[in-house]
C-alpha cells in the first residue's frame, strides 16, 4: 500500500487513517527543480516547486493538500493536470476557527471521506479514529526553537546537528496538536465530526489564520534559549512576524531563508554555525591539551584563497601565506600550511593547535577544531584593532558585516545571498569582462570623471551593461567606477541591516582594492581601517582560537 502524503497540519490525519490510510508529511528538499521547472511558472515559491519535483521522481502517488496560499492552488492545478497521481485532493479550510468556519470544515471532512472512500474502497471506522490520536508530550529542557515558515527535513537535521541544545521544529508544519480524542462514547457522527473540526482549527494558528495572536507563546517559554526564524524565498507570509520578533525576542535570534533545495546548505551551514557559536551559554566542547612548543595555526580556506597564520605564544604572527584554494579545499589547506611551516622554519609537529575556518573547514581533516569565519573574523578584527565595532569582509563567494562589542563578541552579523552581487567574484569577472587584472582595476576606480551608474547587481546583466558602456567609450576609470559604487551600495545595504557602527574594518581580499575603499568610504562617511593583515584576519582569528585551545600547565 503505498503513503498518503501530506503538507499541512490542518490535514485531518486522523480521519484519514480512519479510514485506512497510512499517512507521511512531505517535506523533502530536492537537489534541484529540474524537472518543475519545466512544468510550472518560474515565479512559484520554492516549496511549491519541491511538492512538484516530489511527485514527478515518481514517489509520491497519493497527495492531500490544503489551500494554504495561492502556491498550493496553482501546485494542484498542475498536479491534476499532469495525471501523476492515483489520488489527489486538495480541501478548502477557512482561516478562522469560528461557528461558521467550523461547519464548513465539518463539510469539507465528508467530502474527504467520500472521495477518499471511493478510491480506496474504505468507510470511516470510529474505533480507528479513536486510535489514531497520540498524546504529544514535551519536556521542560532548555532548547532551539525553529519558527516561521515550514523548514525542509534536511535542513531541520541540519540545525539540530549544529546547535549546542535541542531543536524544536515549531514551524507551520511542525507543531501539529489536533487534541485528544473525546471521552464519550456513542457521540452521533456529526457531533463527532464537528468537535474534531474544532480540534483542527483551533491549534496553534499558523500565520495564514485571522487571529494568529496565540503564536505569541512560542516566544515566551522560560527553557527557550535561542530561536532560529526560516522564511521561504519569494514567500512573504511570515516576514511580518519576523519584523515584530525582531524587535521583541529575549532570547538571540537567526533569521535564515531558503528556496527549498540543497545546493544553499553550506551558505546555510556557516550562519547557523556562527549562530551556535555566539550563543552566550552555549555547550562548547573544548580540547585540553599541554603546551609543547608554543605555536598555534589557523587555517581560512576560502572559495578563492586559503591563508594560513601561525602565532608564537607571545601572539606574534611568525608565518601569513595566502595560496590559491584550487580545485580541492583539502589539499589547497594541505598545501598552504606546508608553505606557512616551511617559511617559519618549523615542523608539523611543533604546532599545538590547528584551528580551521572558512568554507572549506569541514574538509580538512588535520585541523583541531572547526569555527565559523564570522567567528574568526571577529576575533582577528578585535585582535588587530580593539576599537572597532563593525567588519566589513567582501570575500570571493560572499559578503558578510559582522558587528561586535567592546570585547570584541559578535552581536550581530549578515551575509549576502547566493548570488554573486557585490562579491569578489562580481569584480573578478567584471575586470576580466574590461580584458584588465584585478590590480589595474583598483588603480583605475581612484580617477573617474563622469559618475556612471551601473543599475543592476546581477552579474549577467551587470556584465551586460559594462559592454554596452565599452561600446558607447566610455573612459575605462568611469566604468570602474560605477562598478565600485554598486558594490559600495550593496555594502552599505548590508551594514544598515547590523546597524553598524564606528569604528569600521573592512578584511578579506577586496580591501586592496583602493577605488573600492575609497568609493565606500565616501558612501559612509567615515574612512575604514584597512590592515596589512586584512587578507589574513579569519585565519589570524582561528591561530588566536587555537591558542585559547591550549592551556599551559606547570610540571
Known amino acids: 500500500m503505498s503513503k498518503l502524503y501530506y503538507i499541512c497540519k490542518y490535514t485531518p490525519v486522523e480521519l484519514l487513517q480512519a479510514m485506512g490510510a497510512d499517512c507521511a508529511i512531505l517535506n523533502e528538499m530536492p537537489e534541484s527543480f529540474e524537472r518543475a521547472e519545466q512544468m510550472a511558472h518560474p515565479n512559484l515559491c520554492g516549496f511549491g516547486k519541491a511538492l512538484l519535483e516530489s511527485v514527478l521522481s515518481g514517489k509520491v502517488k497519493e497527495l492531500v493538500l490544503v489551500n494554504c496560499c495561492d502556491t498550493i492552488r496553482s501546485v494542484y492545478d498542475v498536479l491534476k493536470d499532469s495525471g501523476q497521481l492515483d489520488f489527489l485532493y486538495l480541501m478548502d479550510m477557512l482561516h478562522s476557527g469560528g461557528t461558521c468556519s467550523r461547519e464548513r470544515a465539518v463539510s469539507e471532512l465528508k467530502e474527504l471521506i467520500e472521495a477518499y472512500g471511493a478510491y480506496r474502497g474504505s468507510s470511516f471506522d470510529e474505533e480507528k479514529f479513536r486510535s489514531a490520536f497520540v498524546r504529544k508530550t514535551q519536556e521542560a529542557e532548555s532548547h532551539i526553537s525553529v519558527l516561521g515558515a515550514r523548514m525542509g527535513e534536511e535542513l531541520f537535521q541540519m540545525v539540530s546537528r549544529s546547535m549546542p541544545y535541542p531543536v524544536r521544529n515549531e514551524s507551520c508544519v511542525g507543531n501539529r496538536t489536533a487534541g485528544e480524542v473525546p471521552t464519550q462514547q456513542g457521540l452521533e457522527f456529526d457531533g463527532l465530526l464537528d468537535w474534531y473540526a474544532a480540534q483542527l482549527l483551533g491549534q496553534l494558528p499558523c500565520m495564514r489564520m485571522v487571529d494568529n495572536t496565540g503564536r505569541k507563546q512560542l516566544c515566551n517559554d522560560p527553557t527557550l534559549k535561542g530561536i532560529i526564524y526560516h522564511t521561504v524565498k519569494f514567500c512573504d507570509f511570515y516576514s511580518f512576524e519576523y519584523s515584530e520578533m525582531k524587535l521583541k525576542a529575549a532570547v538571540p535570534l537567526l533569521k535564515i531563508e531558503s528556496d527549498y533545495t540543497l545546493q544553499s ?93 572558512g568554507y572549506g573547514r569541514t574538509a580538512i581533516q588535520f585541523g583541531d577544531k572547526s569555527i565559523t569565519e564570522i567567528t574568526c573574523h571577529a576575533r582577528g578584527a578585535h585582535f588587530l584593532d580593539p576599537e572597532v565595532r563593525t567588519v566589513i569582509d567582501i570575500g570571493g563567494q560572499d559578503s558578510k558585516v559582522i558587528r561586535l562589542d567592546g570585547e570584541g563578541n559578535v552581536v550581530n552579523f549578515v551575509m ?100 573600492l575603499v575609497k568609493t565606500l568610504e565616501e558612501k559612509l562617511g567615515t574612512s575604514l581601517v584597512i590592515s596589512e593583515s586584512a587578507q589574513l584576519c579569519g585565519a589570524l582569528g582561528a591561530a588566536l582560537f587555537a591558542m585559547d585551545m591550549v592551556e599551559e600547565t606547570e610540571d
Request: charged residues 25%; aromatic residues 4%; glycine residues 8%.
Open 416 to 515: 549576502n545571498d547566493k548570488c554573486a552581487a557585490g562579491t569578489g567574484r562580481f569584480l573578478e569577472m567584471m575586470a576580466r569582462t574590461l580584458e584588465m587584472s584585478l590590480d589595474e582595476m583598483s588603480q583605475l576606480g581612484l580617477h573617474h570623471k563622469e559618475d556612471i551608474t551601473i543599475s543592476s547587481m546581477c552579474t549577467v546583466f551587470a556584465e551586460s551593461e559594462v559592454v554596452s558602456l565599452i561600446a558607447q567609450n566610455k573612459a575605462p576609470d568611469d566604468i570602474v567606477h560605477g562598478l565600485n559604487k554598486a558594490v559600495a551600495v550593496k555594502t552599505a545595504s548590508l551594514l544598515k541591516r547590523v546597524d553598524g557602527q564606528e569604528k569600521f574594518m573592512m578584511t578579506g581580499g577586496v580591501s586592496k582594492n583602493l577605488g
Open 265 to 357: 546548505s553550506g551558505q546555510l551551514l556557516t550562519r547557523l554555525e556562527a549562530f551556535a557559536e555566539s550563543l552566550a551559554d552555549g555547550e562548547r566542547e573544548h580540547k585540553e591539551k599541554r603546551m609543547k612548543k608554543g605555536y598555534f595555526a589557523g587555517v581560512d580556506s576560502g572559495s578563492t584563497s586559503t591563508d594560513v597564520v601561525i602565532l608564537n605564544r607571545e601572539k606574534e604572527m611568525i608565518a601569513g601565506i595566502i595560496l590559491p584554494t584550487g580545485a580541492g579545499a583539502a589539499l589547497g589547506a594541505e598545501r598552504a600550511l606546508e608553505e606557512a611551516l616551511k617559511s617559519a622554519s618549523l615542523a608539523r609537529e611543533d604546532i599545538d593547535a590547528v584551528v580551521t575556518t
